[in-house]
């Protein structure tokens, strides 16, 4: 009998060897080190959203005497109410019109929400304790781009034959009064210690105490170029008092990045960091029962990072240091896949109660705080916790427990 050919066998050793190494990648393959198996077993199931196709901007109404409560439109204007489970319904009365983006402001003790078309049509509703007064039409402007609410004043962004004007009414106003002409986009307004921060596309950040006069100071020293975004800052906790403004400033060309300019109350420009490309230009405040401080940014690529303000440092939901998620697997096979284009967290009560199981008090039972999210395509997504699977995740929000 002939021996066994020395020349096939090294070739079978060989191809052991070559799969070997795969073998165990794939045993031990995955993010943050959690094995590859594990992490398939905390792939969360979709849900559909009952708020499908596009959403616009997730915003947040609350005045002394009125339950806090959160408004996005798809065609139709939502409400969420924030203390009960189902929140989201329909508003039995709709502006018309093909929404656009919606804003909020407050006057006293009534509240009032507006909605912008792509006809340009401008509306309102007042909210008080007794319900909504019914949808009134203030202007309508082909021009009209953005709407956006800081406190008791509305701001809007309106194209013309020299680029852009910018334009506020009080929250009660009659009618929108132009403040500044030949100027960029409005991307975000803010108020905060009496001052009304503005941010613009390709101006920069302008501050101002009296928010119905011409602007006629220049962007704050530091805050000049793309503004993409703009929120007030929250240090008291989200529904107090804002303590100043952060801006997303987009880089003017390939190849640089954006960057967090954060602001004082008192207008100054108190930092600004680059962070990298690809963000979407939402932004939300998010704290901590434990005080810690964070703003999400959403992303075009998907999903959202975390910037933590003390020490002042990027991360990607579900890794070490960050704070948002539970699991990070469960954030990688929900939200992260899907281009985010406006987050809030849910306003909470004063005081730090024990969190409620889907309960929406501003907590879920993992003690962190409820987020919303709408996405380019895919819907009106929450981070809450669900019964139905026994834990925290990112799904498309169902009103389902």
Known sequence: MKPPSLKRSSRVRGKLFFFAPLFWAFLSAGCDQEPLFWNISQEVAPIKPIIGGAPSRIVSLAAPGLEPALYVSNGDVWEFDLNVLPAARRMS????????????AVSGSEGYLFSLDWEGNLKRNKRTSSGWAGWTLITKDS????????????????ADGNGYRLLSMAANGASLTSIKNNCGLLMGAAEAGGNYFLGLMGDGVYVTPTPAAAISVGVVSGSEGRIIGLVPLFAGGIGAAATGAAALRAPENTGGECAILSF???????????????FSGAMANWEGQNGEKLLLLGRHDGGYREFHLDPRTLYTP???GALSVEQGSRYNSTLAKYAVTSLICAPRPSTYPAPLNGVYTGFNVDGRPIIFASTSMNGFWSYRYRSRDGFSQWNGEDNGD
């Open 143 to 158: 021009g009209l781009q953005q709407i956006f609410g800081a406190e008791d004043y509305l701001f809007a962004g309106a």
């Open 318 to 320: 579900g890794t070490e």
């Open 93 to 104: 009365s709709q502006p018309g019109g093909r929404i656009k983006t919606l804003a909020a």
């Open 264 to 278: 004082t109350s008192g207008g100054a420009l108190d930092f600004s960091q680059t962070i990298g490309t690809d």
